[in-house]
């Protein structure tokens, strides 16, 4: 199965889908973003970063519009930043959000659902995009 970075602010899907993901053989890496997008994180400050290096597909459930709390970048500047970065834009990605992103650079595959969706939408977007991985 696959490997999945979990970016989120906050765990509701950490919570709620993970344990279902992990379930079906899916291993999921929670990440919870940095004090700035990538230019000031610690991890991905320098380049790369373990965490979405070792994954398949990243799961970006974070608002788009609107400061962050407690950060000082929104959340669409953190995708923009994962779509941009020449490793991590070739990863699949599913946003799960509010509001659509808009054009994004990379050459992954990218799908958008509402972070209102019915239940299981989530894991029916993660098993088709891995099923390409």
Known sequence: MATLL???????????????LEERGHRVIRCGGG???F???????HGDCPLPSSA???VFSVPLFGRLRGRMY?????????????????????????GDPGPLEGTG??????????????????????ARV
């Open 6 to 20: 979990l970016v989120e602010d906050q765990p509701d899907l950490g919570l709620v889908e993970a344990p279902r």
């Open 35 to 37: 004090p700035g997008a």
């Open 39 to 45: 230019g000031r994180c610690t991890l991905l400050g």
């Open 56 to 58: 398949d597909l990243i």
């Open 74 to 98: 929104r959340g669409i500047d953190l995708l923009r930043a994962y779509r941009a970065h020449p490793l991590y834009s070739r990863l699949p990605c599913l946003i799960v959000s509010v």
């Open 109 to 130: 595959p990218v799908a958008v659902i509402d972070k209102f969706s019915a239940p299981g939408a989530v894991i029916d977007h993660v098993e088709r995009l891995t």
